[in-house]
């Protein structure tokens, strides 16, 4: 026979309390197994409050908490049930999980003792409490016996199969003074909603900042382009501004809804950081691989995610392939305004250059007839007739740069004495001696990235 088989009423039956405790069995095994396949990750805390107090004198003690344990059986201290009994620190506790447990439902094991017993496995303890009537023709108040859970603080060594349970923390150290730490900032208690961990909401408010921090920047970015795509880079920032604007109002209702279930924050970080990978990690396009969602062990599923997104976050300003505005000035200079520290971040500089003619005859003019070096030193190169920054011809452009057809391009030589000088005090100007028709420019800075 089951031990959640269900009770057949039937007529002359003999009414005896073995009826009422089965089919109490059942309904819940009914309940349970009818709610389970809505979500796996259903149990854990849903709100849990530590006695910070309690841990100064070295015990762990649990002021509040209310979930569901994993075989269903839901709590709420101290609203329904007892609080467990504080648990002295021992240093053999050191780095073990402190699981709030409970019995399970065992066949042939009592259900319920009626008087506490530290080594009884029954899973309620009997207690007497004066109930109102609640019918309008009551007869007033009379003495009910009620059970509530046997709960307990147990370390993860002495959680055996008879007991199952829900951590919720794990010891760090003990003090000279007797004191006990817990680890804060790098563990997570199985939690049913991101509310009731503070660092899951410092996670979701942190990011959702940053996602609205980078949209905004990238929104004004393009809009002060008017809005026209003129390269493959701003194609790239429509594209990443498409994924933020996406993703935005998504964390924002993650933050606002506190019931939102923790696997919801890994899943829509984790397809966050897919998105983002593929504009901002030209090398791969791919996201670092994501670890396995482990309900039980929240921090390590989910810290590795919010670390991806948060690099990939910081990099979507940052182009893999920056365009260069060159400043046209009398007498055929083109002038750049460049910092030393903008020089640093490229890996190279590339000048793109196109004119209404035969690109092997653009190709073999346009190196002898160009000078560049820092905006101070040309005009003496310029009088002198003196070599600038060399050119060195690329067949093709660096793939981090758009392609246009009858273009040719060119690597500025980043050695010598004149490239020292750029790089030293910033700032860059070319001079164009001949006539090249339609002539077009652009300097492009190059990431390694």
């Known amino acids: ?78 609203a329904h049930e007892h609080p467990p009994a504080p648990l002295t620190v021992l240093p053999e506790h050191l780095n073990q999980r402190i699981f709030l447990a409970v019995p399970l439902r065992l066949p042939d094991v009592d259900e319920t003792m009626f008087r506490p017993d530290p080594g009884s496995m029954a899973r309620y303890v009997a207690f007497e409490k004066e109930m109102a009537d609640s019918n309008v023709i009551g007869q007033g108040p009379k003495e009910v016996q009620l059970a509530h859970l046997q709960l307990r603080l147990l370390p993860e060594k002495e959680l055996t199969q008879s007991w199952i349970g829900v951590a919720v923390g794990r010891v760090k150290s003990i003090l000279a003074d007797g004191s006990v730490t817990l680890h804060d900032g790098d563990f997570i208690p199985p939690v049913s909603a991101c509310a009731a961990n503070p660092l899951l909401v410092q ?19 393009l809009s002060s382009g008017q809005g026209s795509v003129t390269s493959a880079a701003e194609v790239s920032d429509y594209l990443l501004l498409q994924i933020l604007n996406r993703y935005d109002p998504l964390m924002d209702h993650i933050c606002r809804v506190g019931e939102t279930p923790p696997e919801t924050l890994y899943t829509t970080l984790a397809m966050l950081a897919g998105d983002l990978a593929t504009y ?47 400043v046209e000035q009398a007498h055929g200079i083109r002038t750049a305004t460049l910092m030393p520290s903008e020089l640093q971040g490229y890996a190279n500089l590339v000048l793109a250059v196109s004119a209404q003619m035969a690109p092997d005859q653009l190709l073999q003019q346009f190196v002898s007839q160009t000078k560049i070096s820092h905006p101070h030193r040309l005009p003496e190169l310029i009088r002198s007739h003196l070599p600038g920054v060399g050119l060195s011809p690329l067949p093709v452009p660096p793939r981090q740069i758009p392609f246009a057809a009858g273009n040719v391009y060119f690597e500025l030589s980043r050695s010598g004495p004149l490239w020292d000088q750029i790089a030293r005090q910033g700032g860059l100007a070319l001079h164009i001696a001949g006539h090249f028709p339609e002539l077009k420019l652009e300097l492009w800075g190059v990431r390694s990235r």
Do not use: C
């Open 203 to 221: 996670w979701g408010q942190q990011l959702q900042g940053l996602i609205k921090l980078r949209a905004d920047a990238l929104a004004s970015r």
């Open 1 to 78: 026979m089951s031990l959640y088989s269900k009770v057949v009423w039937s007529e002359g039956l003999f009414l005896i309390p073995q009826l009422f405790q089965q089919q109490e069995r059942y309904l819940e095994f009914f309940a349970h197994k009818r709610a389970a396949p809505a979500g796996p990750f259903f149990w854990g805390f849903s709100r849990y409050e530590i006695d910070h107090e309690a841990l100064s004198f070295g015990k762990i003690a649990l002021q509040k908490g209310a979930g569901v344990f994993p075989d269903g059986t839901p709590f709420d201290i101290p």
């Open 280 to 326: 901002v990690r030209p090398q791969s396009r791919r996201p670092q691989p994501a670890p396995g969602y482990d309900h039980a062990q929240l921090y390590s599923s989910i810290q590795p995610l919010v670390a991806e997104v948060h690099s990939l976050l910081n990099q979507v300003l940052v182009r893999s392939a920056q365009p260069i505005a060159l």
